[in-house]
């Protein structure tokens, strides 16, 4: 429990960095943006308060906005995703599962972290981009934005996380 | 009791989110004309500052691109300069000297791209140039290959140009062949397609034809490229035709813009006034 907070400011200002210097400056398509700063919010510890989450939540969303310059966009919709994760983890955990305080990859399996992602940029980048677009796409360029997006950040983020992530079940063997 | 207080504890996280959800789109409703952001005038300073950090560090990786960039550049330059002047005939006076006969109607001033956008749908490009530099609201920027926006916010070091790919972004612009004129705005769906609109049904578009400005306002001289026509529309409900213009500007990779300032903007404006009370009375 206690390298729980330098881990997560550190890994706060690293996602924030790689977003808005490298990941929204590829500009590959403009019906695809990687965003890999949800990490930050879904790799919280299982026992945070929900209100914390929430607030974490929109300093995230906020940090990026302020840096994008789109000012409160990321921000509610990071706040919806820091809402609705303790259910969302509720939800696709089977019942009895003894969890670590910290989601792992190696711990839970790419399953369920494909599960966890894919709902929660489903969330995020929905939200985010139904927000931005303010009716300007029509709904089937819309719906391909998600989706496009949605297929490539939750790519990048799950090898991110296989990149950095120490697996520690071999360490105790 | 209990149940009471752990109802209360639930409804109070749904307050919170609530409120802070208002807060963000509080944010976003007074973001939404964009300007708004630029009260938060230190803010943009210190992200402008990062961002300066960055492109200076990236610029060195684009060194050979930028360089044969700046030589068409030069190239294109020394062609428009005979565009940037008039002539003023006075039929009275033979005049020999040769300055004496035009007046200069644009300056440009180069400024370096510190940061771009593609991706929304509100897309704005930050430069290096501010109001210490002359830099002014409502001037038009181009870049060595065509039109690239126009500036919308200045701060003392730093300017925010709406790009052309921006939902809010019109210009007028013309067929260089049959000087038919029309409204060019962004469609959204391409980064580097623009639509070109109110061309009458009659008028002959090719696909390749080259799409300028029309210099009918104060943003851009007129004859800046602006792209060449992909694929043209013709629905038999509208009097007009719908044209895709492919951008021959490279919206992705800008890195160094002119900004355009029209030196007779002011005397224009007095006429426009002029005629808008003359039409009032």
Redesign the interface.
């Known amino acids: 429990m206690s390298g729980v907070f330098p881990i997560n400011i550190i890994r706060f200002f690293l996602l924030l960095l790689a977003q808005v210097l490298f990941f929204s400056n590829i500009h590959a398509h403009p019906l695809l943006d990687v965003y890999i700063y949800p990490i930050f919010i879904l790799s919280l510890p299982f026992n945070t308060p929900r209100w914390l989450l929430m607030v974490l939540s929109l300093m995230m969303g906020l940090s990026v906005d302020f840096f994008l310059g789109s000012l409160g966009m990321h921000g509610a919709a990071a706040l919806l995703l820091g809402f609705l994760r303790p259910n969302l983890v509720s939800i696709i955990t089977p019942k009895g599962a003894d969890f670590e305080i910290n989601p792992n990859i190696y711990v839970q399996g790419i399953m369920w972290f494909a599960i966890y992602y894919s709902v929660a940029y489903l969330i995020l980048l929905g939200s985010y981009f139904s927000i931005e677009s303010w009716g300007f796409y029509n709904l089937f360029w819309l719906v391909i934005k998600i989706l496009l997006s949605t297929t490539t950040s939750i790519l990048i983020s799950i090898f991110l996380l296989y990149l950095f992530t120490t697996d520690k079940r071999r360490r105790h063997t | 009791m209990y149940n009471l207080v752990r109802f209360l504890l639930r409804f109070w996280?749904l307050i919170?989110?609530l409120s802070?959800?208002g807060f963000?789109?509080?944010?976003?409703?007074?973001?939404?004309k964009?300007h708004q952001?630029f009260l938060y005038n230190k803010?943009n300073e210190i992200?402008g500052n990062?961002y300066l950090q960055?492109a200076a560090s990236k610029g060195y990786l684009s060194l050979g691109r930028v360089n044969d960039s700046l030589a068409r550049e030069n190239a294109f330059l020394r062609e428009k300069a005979m565009e940037s002047f008039i002539y003023l005939k006075n039929e009275e006076h033979t005049i020999t000297d040769s300055t004496a006969t035009k007046l200069q109607l644009f300056t440009y001033k180069d400024a370096k791209v510190i940061r771009?956008?593609?991706?929304?749908?509100a897309n704005?490009i930050y430069i290096d140039k501010g109001a210490s530099m002359g830099i002014k609201e409502q001037m038009g920027v181009i870049s060595a290959k065509g039109i690239v926006g126009q500036v919308v916010k200045v701060t003392e070091h730093y300017s925010a140009v709406m790009s052309i790919?921006n939902?809010n972004f019109r210009v007028s612009a013309k067929l260089k062949k049959s000087n038919f004129f029309g409204q060019l705005f962004w469609s959204?769906?391409?980064?580097d397609e623009v639509r070109l609109e109110e061309i009458p049904k009659h008028v002959n578009v090719h696909v390749g034809d080259t799409i300028v400005t029309s210099g009918y306002s104060v943003l851009f001289p007129e004859n800046i490229m602006i792209g060449r026509v992909r694929k043209v529309y013709a629905q038999p409900e509208k009097n007009f035709l719908e044209i895709d213009v492919q951008l021959s500007a490279d919206m992705?990779s800008l890195s160094h813009v002119y900004v355009v300032n029209h030196l007779q903007k002011q005397e224009l404006e007095i006429l426009d006034s002029a005629v808008i009370n003359q039409a009032k009375k």
């Open positions: 996280l919170l989110f802070l959800e963000c789109f509080y944010l976003i409703y007074q973001n939404s964009f952001v803010a992200s990062v960055y771009n956008s593609v991706n929304q749908s704005y790919l939902r959204g769906k391409r980064i992705n």
